[in-house]
């Protein structure tokens, strides 16, 4: 099919002006910096996951049913996890023929979920490393098979992105404010139907429009790269612009409710845990001096412990036998003293992604919603907010690799923790139903 000839905002640019020449260069130094980070830290996870998945192969083959060990307690799981079914509490586990059987391990939704936000920022970094092609041509051209890569690349690239940042962002969501951890299954149709959608998306458009041979070609010189032509608005608004300023609009107003909701959290814990008045303290030696009952020493039966927090009468040290020693527990330490951090068991660090995310995202969609609107933008401003949105990928890097680098890159695989356990002060681990070990010194 022939095609109608391009408009002169359109068509091929050469030589490249000096001040676009130069923005350009910008532009492709952060998206390589970007590009080569996510490359590494897709390789790593890919390794770490492919390893996990071979070592947890190769453990459930060769337990062979045995149980584990808590070794900091010497006893078998089954004393101090609870197995339901429902997966409340401990490892789920399901009954064949008789026999408990672990149910299968999954790697950890959080480290599934930056992975594919990786591999999103490696299609937005690739769209913007292409423009090193035009630096070196000093010239756009748009009938070049490197302008409709790069055009497809960015659409599917920013696109992917923004539905990654907003899928976490409602996971955080669900685990931090409702305790809720959906299903494997259901996650990965999610990351699935993601993929599908970013990727119908972008084919719609050259689909639809016969490659744009009406005007010319679907993805022509757009201001200072190959993207979607000015032609086809309509398409740029609907097929791409409309969903990344939807998953702007979530993912800040989720993330200010887990604010909101941690604030909330922190303030009811430091009224629970302030110092109560400091009362007379009694004779060591007195007879009527107190001291606290330990259950795990005078109970065997478990309900008895969780019953521990109703009122009891003090006991004095004639009740107690001569034979039982001082008792002193780990978890008497006051959380009043720790910060908002450590109380609430995340830091607000977490608070930069969102930030991060709208700063480097809503730039360019203002401009080529400022362009549709027939405001003549510069193309310096295309360069600086191409050169911020191609630093998504290694601004990704250096945030959640700092803020959550136990999960990347120090807790194990298959460890159930939303991410933001890595600010976490002090926890029971999430399969114990009794946490506080005691200690008796004789």
């Known amino acids: 099919t022939s095609r109608m000839p391009l408009a002169i905002e359109s068509d091929d640019l050469s030589p490249l002006p000096y001040a676009h020449r130069q923005g350009l260069i910008g532009v492709a130094v952060l998206a390589s910096l970007s590009f080569g980070l996510c490359a590494l830290v897709l390789l790593y996870l890919t390794y770490k996951l492919i390893r996990w998945h071979i070592k947890t192969r190769w453990r459930r083959a060769s337990t062979c049913g045995v149980e584990p060990v808590d070794l900091s307690l010497g006893l078998a799981e089954r004393h101090f996890t609870r197995t339901t079914d429902d997966g409340t509490w401990g490892r789920r586990r399901t009954r064949t023929r008789g026999?408990?059987?672990e149910k299968k391990p999954y790697p950890n939704q959080f480290l599934v979920l930056i992975y594919n936000l990786l591999l999103a920022d490696l299609h937005q970094a690739g769209a913007f490393l292409l423009n090193g092609v035009w630096v070196r041509k000093n010239g756009i051209e748009v009938r070049n098979p490197a302008c409709f890569l790069q055009g497809w690349l960015v659409s599917t690239g920013d696109l992917s992105?923004?539905?990654f940042i907003t899928a976490i962002a409602v996971h955080t969501y669900l685990a931090i404010v409702w305790n809720y951890r959906p299903p494997q299954r259901?996650?990965?149709?999610?990351?699935v139907g993601l993929w599908i959608f970013d990727y119908t998306l972008a084919i719609l458009g050259p689909v639809t429009t016969n490659n744009g041979a009406e005007h010319g070609g679907f993805y022509v010189r757009a201001a200072a790269w190959c993207w979607v032509s000015v032609k086809f608005e309509t398409h740029r608004?609907?097929?791409h612009y409309l969903f990344i300023f939807i998953s702007l609009a979530i993912t800040s107003v989720l993330y200010i409710l887990i604010f909101l909701s941690l604030r909330k959290r922190s303030s009811r814990q430091q009224n629970i845990h302030s110092p109560a008045p400091s009362r007379p303290r009694l004779s060591e030696h007195s007879p009527t001096s107190t001291i606290s009952r330990p259950d795990s020493i005078y109970r065997s039966d478990p309900e008895s412990h969780l019953s521990s927090s109703k009122a009891k009468s003090p006991i004095?040290?004639?009740?107690v036998p001569a034979n039982i020693p001082a008792v002193k527990s780990t978890s008497?330490?006051?959380?009043?003293?720790?910060?908002d951090s450590q109380t609430t068991g995340h830091h607000k660090a977490f608070l930069l992604y969102p930030v991060i995310y709208v700063v480097c995202t809503a730039p360019l969609a203002l401009g080529r919603i400022a362009t549709m609107a027939k405001v003549d933008v510069p193309i310096s401003y295309f360069c600086v907010a191409g050169a911020l949105i191609g630093s998504n990928g290694w601004l990704d890097v250096l945030l959640w690799g700092v803020t959550r680098q136990n999960l990347l890159f120090g807790s194990d695989v298959g460890n159930e923790e939303t991410g933001l356990d890595t600010f976490t002060f002090m926890r029971t681990p999430h399969d114990?139903?009794?946490?506080n070990i005691v200690w008796v010194e004789g």
């Open 99 to 101: 026999k408990e059987t």
């Open 161 to 163: 992105s923004s539905c």
């Open 186 to 191: 259901l996650l990965y149709l999610t990351i």
């Open 237 to 239: 608004l609907v097929l």
């Open 316 to 319: 004095t040290t004639s009740d």
């Open 332 to 339: 008497a330490t006051p959380l009043s003293n720790n910060t």
């Open 432 to 435: 114990r139903q009794y946490g």
